[in-house]
């Protein structure tokens, strides 16, 4: 058996042209001895992306590897159908070797680089980030204030934080975090060597990522989750987060162009656009990361990282506490809570936004990157000639 | 008491389960492997040879019956019964619908078998994923499973089943269906079915099964012994030449070394013994492994060097690699003088047309025995490349004789209630030789038969117990 190990680890470096392949990491190392093995089978081709792509080739060098890795949306489905799963010796696990590169890539193009290591403490991170950006709007409030609790201000944000000093303070944070965001992902495409985006592949690509098309089981009864009867609540949640998120957003950008272009600052009717997209995002924002939660409370332990869990757990977290902070602000706007509510809500955002290239959110960053690359290399000619029974 | 017990937990047996479900009977499935690693060979499956007059969702254009039936007469060189082979092809062609209702989804030909897109329809996921889908099925549908139940013997009275035997326990039931598979597994028995050879050797001490250890053959010996019509010969089984690194058990499909067209293969003393290039691959496949089995020591070497590379199949063990002949054969253990005398043999002997994998070229040896009649190019080009080969068992032929309605036969006479189905009946069909995808083809229309069949059974039975 002992052999048997060493033989099958051997097959993760099959080295025919360069030997490359000696300089990967322990989990580097698994994702090409998993894909030899699968190379070799290719049962699971119809799922996802991932197994047409490793069809393009016989040997998986890092590169490659950690582009797989972040093809791979950890859907589950070929771990529960794999033949050579655990408690097989091959011990093959596709999600949970690609999850754990997954992460390692994250803090390996994270920007600046000593940062990436953030990654590996995401709930620290997560936890001083929060305490951070609570704090600053507290001690803010506090020094226009000097109390907590007050008479209600009939909703106006700015009585208690200028709109100049937010406008300044989230600019700066979430410029930082597209940057290092930016700087990271290109860092990873430029080592993937993705080849030319065309006009088809990028459609493709922004389709794939819009639609979570690889959640959909290849099937469209969805994905894996707490054992091996797919269901499309992952994909639907992703959805209320991804799109709710979105609505946020464009509540924020919608109220800055009322502010600085029509000359209309908040408060706004509840009828308004910006309070409109804000509450129906921040329900979206709600209902998403809670059922995430709980879908990854409930996951089989088999699938994916479990040492990401508190990363995912804490941006879920995040996410949760924006919604619901946001929330509370709209339905406290008029009671003398509005202050201490405001500071809430705007210190878990700042935290948010500060973590969001240092925790789960990169995930969808680099996903939508690999998944470009794979729009732009199924078009082109598979190079290999492989015949067989 | 259950209507209808059924024995193994593969495709047969689960199609019987749901079918007697289905029609209203209590059903309890036993199945001898744990959870872990239920499903038996169907788990290791990639697809349904399936007849379709015109094309069918993941199958091109037409595979008529007719067709179907003069491949199957062919491969099995006339070992087949024309009227259960033609309800199998008749089957195949609608029973798709019944399985995707119970959660099996299909996909195009995978990359790599692009040669089957007509004529066989693949599972997505591969066979675990059928037998996932189908034990989820029969959960829903209040089907009992157990799990590490491997039963022992049953309790028979005059051709008639009464009740099941597992270690201590006895369960009685109205109707059985025995879908426990071959005896691939049990290496016992394959020795003594394949014998000592004139060298003194016993052949199957070297083989390696593809499949599941759990199919040990137990039902099949106690019915033969309870005096069961039988089908085929114990000798006969589907044997492949697989990497000899691949594990005793289970190394399904990924362990082929699918390299033997594009270069030679090699016995224990560095001989060739065979034409490597006689057909393609797929259709000479099965014919590797009673080769290999009829060499000392029953192994052989597939030698290609680096111009085969990217043209095969990846194999899921990296080959034994060398920058020369001679070196190839120290690492190989092989000797290094009959080595190179016989890869410079054959390369002298080669005569290089056009090469082309894709048709039946003219590359070709002469003056040389055993000849290579196509793709023969010298290996000239380093790094050389070796891949040790050893048998691997796929499946057995033996079976028990049935009709059309899977009864289990004593002679000549059907059993009223007791049925078979699968691998453990195959041979009616599939007397030898093999098309790929119909051990599955026969294994679902006779577990569906089975298990109808059973549920009336256990009716009639209950009828007779009120009477
Ligand atoms: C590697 C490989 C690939 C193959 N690929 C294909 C393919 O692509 N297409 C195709 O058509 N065929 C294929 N075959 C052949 C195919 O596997 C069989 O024809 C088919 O699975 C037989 O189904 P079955 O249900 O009769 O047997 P199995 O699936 O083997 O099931 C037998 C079951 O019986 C159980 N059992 C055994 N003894 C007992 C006992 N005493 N008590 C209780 N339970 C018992 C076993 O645990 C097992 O669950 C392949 C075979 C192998 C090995
Ligand atoms: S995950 Fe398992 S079944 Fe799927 S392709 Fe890989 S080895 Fe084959
Ligand atoms: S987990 Fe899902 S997405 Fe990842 S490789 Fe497996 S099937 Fe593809």
């Given at each position: 058996m002992k052999q048997l190990d060493v033989l099958i680890r051997e097959a993760g470096r099959f080295d025919l042209a360069t030997p490359a392949s000696t300089t990967l990491t322990d989990n580097e190392a698994e994702v090409g001895r998993v894909m030899q093995i699968c190379n070799a089978c290719r049962y699971c081709e119809g799922f996802c992306a991932v197994f047409p792509?490793?069809?393009?080739?016989?040997?998986?060098e890092k590169a490659d590897i950690h582009y797989l890795a972040n093809l791979c949306h950890n859907c589950g489905a070929c771990l529960h159908a794999c033949q050579y799963a655990p408690p097989h010796e091959f011990a093959v696990n596709v999600p949970q070797a690609m999850a754990k590169v997954r992460g390692q890539t994250y803090s390996d193009y994270a920007w600046p680089p000593a940062l990436g290591a953030l990654y590996r403490r995401s709930g620290l991170t997560v936890a001083l980030a929060l305490a951070g950006g609570l704090a600053l709007f507290l001690m803010l409030l506090l020094g226009t204030r000097a109390e907590?609790?007050?008479?209600?201000?009939?909703?106006?944000?700015?009585?208690?934080?200028?709109?100049?000093?937010?406008?300044?303070?989230?600019?700066?944070?979430?410029?930082?975090?597209?940057?290092?965001?930016?700087?990271?992902?290109?860092?990873?495409?430029?080592?993937?060597?993705?080849?030319?985006?065309?006009?088809?592949?990028?459609?493709?690509?922004?389709?794939?990522?819009?639609?979570?098309?690889?959640?959909?089981?290849?099937?469209?009864?969805?994905?894996?989750?707490?054992?091996?009867?797919?269901?499309?609540?992952?994909?639907?949640?992703?959805?209320f987060t991804f799109y709710g998120f979105l609505a946020c957003f464009a509540a924020t950008a919608v109220a800055t162009l009322y502010h600085y272009l029509l000359?209309?600052?908040?408060?706004?009717?509840?009828?308004?656009?910006?309070?409109?997209?804000?509450?129906?995002?921040?329900?979206?924002?709600?209902?998403?990361?809670?059922?995430?939660?709980?879908?990854?409370?409930?996951?089989?332990?088999?699938?994916?990282?479990?040492?990401?869990?508190?990363?995912?757990?804490?941006?879920?977290?995040?996410?949760?506490?924006?919604?619901?902070?946001?929330?509370?602000?709209?339905?406290?706007?008029?009671?003398?809570?509005?202050?201490?509510?405001?500071?809430?809500?705007?210190?878990?955002?700042?935290?948010?936004?500060?973590?969001?290239?240092?925790?789960?959110?990169?995930?969808?960053?680099?996903?939508?990157?690999?998944?470009?690359?794979?729009?732009?290399?199924?078009?082109?000619?598979?190079?290999?000639?492989?015949?067989?029974? | 008491m259950f209507d209808v017990v059924v024995i193994g937990g593969g495709n047969a047996a689960l199609c019987a389960a749901l079918m007697a479900r289905e029609t209203g009977a209590s059903v309890l499935l036993l199945e001898a492997a744990p959870r872990a690693w239920r499903g038996g060979n169907s788990q290791h499956t990639r697809n349904l040879r399936c007849m379709h007059d015109a094309p069918q969702d993941v199958l091109v254009e037409a595979y008529p019956e007719e067709e179907y039936w003069q491949d199957l007469l062919r491969v099995t060189g006339g070992l087949t019964d024309e009227a259960l082979a033609r309800l199998v092809i008749q089957a195949s062609s609608h029973c798709r619908d019944w399985m995707r209702r119970h959660g099996v989804h299909f996909q195009p030909s995978l990359s790599g078998a692009l040669h089957t897109a007509r004529t066989n329809a693949f599972f997505m996921g591969g066979g675990k994923a059928l037998v996932n889908?189908?034990?989820?099925?029969?959960?829903?549908?209040?089907?009992?499973?157990?799990?590490?139940?491997?039963?022992?013997?049953?309790?028979?009275?005059?051709?008639?089943?009464?009740?099941?035997?597992?270690?201590?326990e006895r369960i009685p039931a109205r109707a059985c269906v025995l879908a426990a598979g071959g005896f691939e597994s049990n290496r016992e028995w394959l020795r003594e079915a394949w014998g000592q050879n004139d060298n003194g050797e016993w052949p199957a001490d070297n083989f390696l099964i593809r499949g599941t250890r759990f199919n040990q053959g137990t039902l099949l010996k106690f019915m033969i012994d309870a005096g069961a019509d039988t089908v085929g010969e114990p000798s006969q089984s589907h044997c492949v030449a697989i990497d000899a690194r691949a594990p005793l058990y289970d190394g399904g499909i990924c362990t082929r070394v699918d390299c033997v067209s594009l270069g030679i293969v090699l016995n224990r003393h560095a001989e060739r013994f065979y034409d490597e290039g006689?057909?393609?691959?797929?259709?000479?496949?099965?014919?590797?492994?009673?080769?290999?089995?009829?060499?000392?020591?029953?192994?052989?070497?597939?030698?290609?060097?680096?111009?085969?590379?990217?043209?095969?199949?990846?194999?899921v063990f990296p080959g034994v690699k060398a920058d020369t002949l001679p070196e190839l054969a120290r690492r190989l253990g092989l000797d290094e003088a009959a080595f190179v005398r016989t890869v410079a043999d054959y390369n002298a002997a080669c005569r290089v047309g056009r090469f082309n994998h894709t048709v039946l070229d003219d590359c070709h040896t002469t003056g040389l025995t055993p000849a290579k009649t196509h793709w023969a190019r010298p290996l000239d080009t380093p790094p050389f490349y070796g891949y040790a080969l050893r048998?691997?068992?796929?499946?057995?032929?033996?079976?028990?004789?049935?009709?059309?309605?899977?009864?289990?036969?004593?002679?000549?006479?059907?059993?009223?209630?007791?049925?078979?189905?699968?691998?453990?009946?195959?041979?009616?069909?599939?007397?030898?030789?093999?098309?790929?995808g119909i051990g599955m083809s026969i294994g679902t229309a006779f577990g569906r038969i089975a298990g109808t069949h059973a549920a009336q059974a256990a009716r009639q039975g209950t009828h007779h117990e009120a009477a």
């Open positions: 792509a490793m069809t393009h080739r016989i040997e998986f907590l609790l007050g008479q209600p201000l009939g909703g106006d944000f700015y009585a208690f934080f200028p709109h100049n000093t937010l406008a300044l303070l989230f600019g700066a944070v979430f410029g930082f975090a597209v940057l290092a965001l930016g700087v990271g992902v290109s860092r990873f495409w430029r080592s993937i060597t993705p080849g030319e985006a065309t006009g088809p592949a990028v459609a493709e690509a922004t389709h794939d990522v819009l639609r979570l098309k690889y959640l959909d089981g290849g099937h469209g009864e969805g994905c894996n989750n707490a054992d091996d009867a797919f269901t499309l609540w992952r994909r639907r949640f992703h959805h000359g209309m600052p908040a408060p706004y009717a509840l009828t308004s656009l910006p309070v409109l997209l804000g509450s129906i995002g921040g329900v979206g924002l709600l209902i998403g990361p809670a059922g995430l939660l709980w879908l990854n409370l409930r996951r089989h332990p088999a699938q994916g990282d479990a040492a990401q869990k508190p990363m995912d757990r804490g941006f879920i977290a995040l996410l949760l506490l924006t919604s619901a902070t946001g929330l509370a602000v709209l339905a406290g706007r008029n009671s003398g809570a509005m202050g201490v509510l405001l500071a809430a809500h705007l210190g878990v955002v700042m935290a948010l936004f500060a973590t969001l290239p240092y925790g789960k959110f990169a995930h969808g960053i680099y996903r939508s990157a690999a998944l470009l690359k794979w729009a732009i290399e199924k078009r082109q000619p598979n190079r290999l000639s492989l015949g067989s029974d | 889908a189908y034990y989820r099925s029969a959960e829903r549908l209040g089907v009992q499973i157990r799990y590490d139940a491997a039963v022992d013997a049953l309790e028979l009275e005059d051709g008639r089943f009464v009740a099941v035997r597992l270690g201590e006689e057909d393609f691959w797929p259709k000479r496949y099965a014919i590797w492994g009673r080769l290999v089995a009829r060499q000392p020591g029953q192994i052989g070497y597939s030698i290609i060097d680096a111009k085969a590379i990217g043209r095969f199949m990846p194999p048998p691997g068992i796929t499946f057995t032929y033996l079976g028990l004789k049935v009709d059309a309605h899977a009864a289990v036969h004593f002679g000549g006479r059907p059993s009223p209630n007791l049925f078979v189905a699968g691998e453990m009946m195959a041979g009616n069909v599939l007397g030898q030789g093999y098309l790929a």
